[in-house]
């Protein structure tokens, strides 16, 4: 092909594939599969690698992303990205409404309209775009400073890389500059996808916390991959800055974002109501979660003489829908068997329409939560869904328990290999002993040793992990490496592509650091932060494996209980026969030389995280702290340094305080760093 023929097709590519993803992404309604749209897309990423000078800063090649971000440098906002204050009652909203009717009247204006707008549980960011292209990308942050994330919001396919005016360009003068503000999330079925393949106790609890993991990922190419979205809410930059917010909404349609379009103009709080009322039922139909309504007044030019309180506007709230329950019949329970024998209980229970899906099973946790619920066989319950993804039991019914109601009686033996249960002292949950031969321990050690803090090995999911081991093509994670492309084209739903790209994946599992292998082999115990700090103290496995347990006990946040286990662990002889396939197959059994720090600001500090933060994950936040100086752990004592604290803090925040340990919030957090 020439260059001028290859120039035609990729504005014809680039054209069609922004139609599909539109179609797909924004209008809910796709005309071709995914592996026609994938084909698409390699089409062109092919005429651009050929010809480079025919790449465009906006073209759809720049979404599926590659580049490794290793700071994500500060960004301050030119006004401040404010944090709307919540209400759960309908009064409430109509104290607001009478509060905002006051001062419009103080300014002489006349009876206020409001924009309704669903609120959608994601991650605010900002988008700027400079003569219609957009230039960067940054989260909320603390309001006044965010992170610049423009490597990663370039993937999102609802993210325009450049936007016109329709019927003509927006920009009139160089270097003119266009501001969107909005919401990142992610989809139900994305998120499902995503959650899909991974290990049970990996998974994310809901789409807002797997969207705010993704975004400070330093790996833009898997940003792209669990796919997620952005709708806009705010413009900010045209001519007009009188324009009300009703027809910014419209008007930010029309340049080709997202905006959810389920929205509406009201005038008082009879039409506020009904439309919250509206929404309480027809949000579950949605292919996103929304938590709630937004409230904004739609004439913007009052937004600044009515001002702000230090976090919140006066001229917006928000209505936040409350958790939502439903009343079922527990008909029985069954005995599911973690990767390490933990025996848990799962209620089976007679469905029941809960937050838009259908319930049928629930955890119970462990037998101590069955006794203090008092629940049995047989009971009406309450179960409720708040954001997670399983539904809990949160209350019998006791005054409806009808008669013959059952008793539900901790298992004599494994449901999965038959052995009798045994309880250690001090534990409130039972285990099967027989690690060897148990498939469910087998299938859990190999679904954790695959998971994405662990080895990350991709396309190993579930139900092929299944395949191998009740086939007994694979024991342990060590034989992964050892399987062939024959053999796994003999399994149900594996062709050539699906097998050879299982075989990649496994490859590139060896470059995986030995921190992560050492969390892969799922010592009981031993999560991220004591694996690493394993991994400084012991820098090889082979160290490990000697290294006796007094001296492992002394590590910093290791203690008796993880050193005796660790012991355990490596005494077992099918662990041994798995290291040394692990060996065989080129992973890291030693760690690399320690990289050099961007700061010594946390050095000397003992780091604990509680509760939920709002702008990084866990993993993201310790990194964080370790390139700084610090160290992670995940008890509290006399010896912690700083506890930082997010919302729904518990036991560790309380104990903190008890013991005098200084506690942070988020804001301080990141001034630290």
Known sequence: MDKAKAKQEAERLREEINR??????????????????????????GIEREFP?????????????????????????????????????????????????????????KAPEFVA???????????????????????????????????????????PLSIVMPGGPLFGSAGSEIEVRGEVFMRKEDFGKLNEDRPEEDRFANPRNATAGTLKLQDSSEV???KMSFVAYFLKGLEDEAMPQLRRLQQLESMGFMTGRNYRLCRGVEEISGFIGEWSEKRWALPYETDGVVLKLNDVSLWDRLGATAKSPRWAIAYKYAAQQARTVLRDVVFQVGRLGTITPVAELVPVRLAGSTVSRSTLHNFDEIDRLGVRIGDHVTIEKSGEVIPKVVAVVLDERPPGTVAIDVPEVCPA?????????????????????????????????????????????????AQLVDRGMIDDPG????????????????????????????????????????????????????????????????????????????????????????????ARPWVNDMIARLAEAGLPLQAEAPKSLVNRNFEGLSVIFTGGLERYDRQAASELVLERGGRVVTSVSKKTGLVVAGSDAGSKLDKARKLGVRVIGEDEFEAML
């Not at 700027?128 to 370039?154: K, P």
């Not at 700090?533 to 494996?545: D, I, K, W, Y």
């Not at 006796?548 to 012991?567: F, H, N, T, W, Y």
């Open 53 to 109: 000078d025919l790449a465009t800063p906006d073209s759809p090649s720049q979404r599926v992303g590659g580049e490794i971000t290793r700071e994500f440098p500060p960004v301050i906002h030119r006004e401040p990205m404010l944090s709307l204050a919540n209400t759960y009652s309908v009064e409430e909203v109509a104290d607001f409404c009478r509060r905002v009717e006051k001062l419009v009247e103080a300014e002489g204006g």
């Open 479 to 570: 034989d992964l490496y050892r399987l062939t492309g024959e053999q796994l084209e003999s399994l149900e739903r594996m062709g050539a592509k699906s097998a050879g790209n299982l075989l990649e994946a496994l490859a590139e599992s060896r470059k995986r650091g030995y921190e992560r292998l050492l969390y892969a082999l799922g010592i009981r115990h031993v999560g991220r932060a004591t694996a690493r700090e394993l991994a400084q103290a012991c820098p090889s496995l082979e160290r490990l494996r000697e290294t006796g347990e007094e001296e492992l006990a002394a590590v910093p946040d290791i203690g008796p209980v993880i050193a005796r286990s660790i012991r355990e662990y490596f």
């Open 224 to 226: 792209a991959r669990r």
């Open 417 to 465: 290999c038959g052995a009798s249960l045994v309880r250690p002292e001090g534990e409130v949950s039972f285990y099967c002993p027989d690690e060897s031969g148990c498939p469910a321990q087998k299938r859990g050690r190999i679904l954790h040793f695959a998971s994405r803090n662990a080895m990350d090995i991709q396309n190993l999911g579930e139900s092929l992990v």
């Open 20 to 45: 599909h993803n539109r179609l797909y992404y924004v209008e809910a309604r796709p005309v071709i599969s995914d592996f026609e749209f994938d084909r698409l897309l390699e089409r062109l990423v």
């Open 117 to 159: 707008e669903l609120k959608f549980d994601g991650v605010a960011v900002s988008l700027l775009y400079r003569d219609g292209i957009l230039v960067r990308g940054s989260t909320r942050g603390d309001g006044t400073r965010g992170d610049d994330i423009t490597v990663n919001l370039r993937t999102i396919p609802t993210v």
